[in-house]
């Protein structure tokens, strides 16, 4: 089985589905049904989904595409903890695309299992900040000072890379603000790759 595309399942972060009007609301879950692109998910009780998508290759079968994605989990898990990463999907969309769906119990699993950074803090702790954010409300450009604070939550995803896949995050509340990508609807926003992505918002009282 050739794992030439693995990578961008380990390495790559992406976040989220393909169309401005494919959901009038956040979703709960990540699954086939919804897969049009890379994504990621970031859910309120912390933990992440991803979805990652790539051209399936005649050299290996999806059984074996799962098994190895099965192994490299109960490997992290073995290392950091039961129920660290869980593998909730491996399968072909309808147009015959590898789709690998992950649960992550939270950032620091994400993030160490693709070799990449995701925050998901409020404002006035994330490690890396932009200089500036645009308002979604008012398609304004303002200094990022505005929302660095505890009063907005934000969901930081790091670069992935020249020539990776371009990717969106999903979240679930209302993006306030946002840098380093193009806001699809009121809760994406799409990056190229190449810089952090930042999504700002106020996550609602229930």
């Not at 990621?40 to 098994?67: T, W």
């Not at 990717?167 to 699809?184: E, L, N, P, T, W």
Request: charged fraction near 25%; glycine fraction near 8%; aromatic fraction near 10%.
């Amino acid at each position: 089985m050739s794992k030439k595309w693995i990578p961008a399942l380990l390495l790559a972060a992406v976040l989220l589905l393909g169309g401005c009007t494919l959901f009038e609301k956040a979703p709960e879950e990540l699954t086939i049904k919804n897969a049009q692109m890379n994504t990621i998910l970031v859910c309120d009780d912390g933990s992440i989904e991803s979805l990652l998508m790539e051209e399936f290759g005649e050299d290996y079968s999806v059984d074996e595409l799962k098994a190895y994605v099965e192994a490299a989990a109960n490997e992290y898990n073995a290392e950091f903890g039961e129920g660290k990463i869980t593998v909730k999907d491996v399968e072909l969309s309808e147009e015959g695309k590898a789709v690998v769906i992950l649960h992550y119990a939270d950032t620091k699993a994400f993030s160490d299992f693709n070799s990449m950074q995701l925050e998901v803090t409020v404002g006035n702790k994330l490690t890396t900040t932009p200089n500036e954010v645009r308002s979604a409300k008012k398609d304004e450009i303002t200094e990022a000072k505005l929302v660095l604070t505890d009063a907005y939550t934000c969901a930081a995803l790091g670069p992935v890379g020249e020539g990776e896949n371009a990717y969106r995050v999903f979240v679930s509340h209302k993006i306030a603000y946002y840098a380093g990508g193009v806001k699809d609807n009121t809760y994406t926003v799409t990056g190229d790759g190449t810089e952090t992505v930042y999504a700002f918002y106020k996550v609602k009282k229930k």
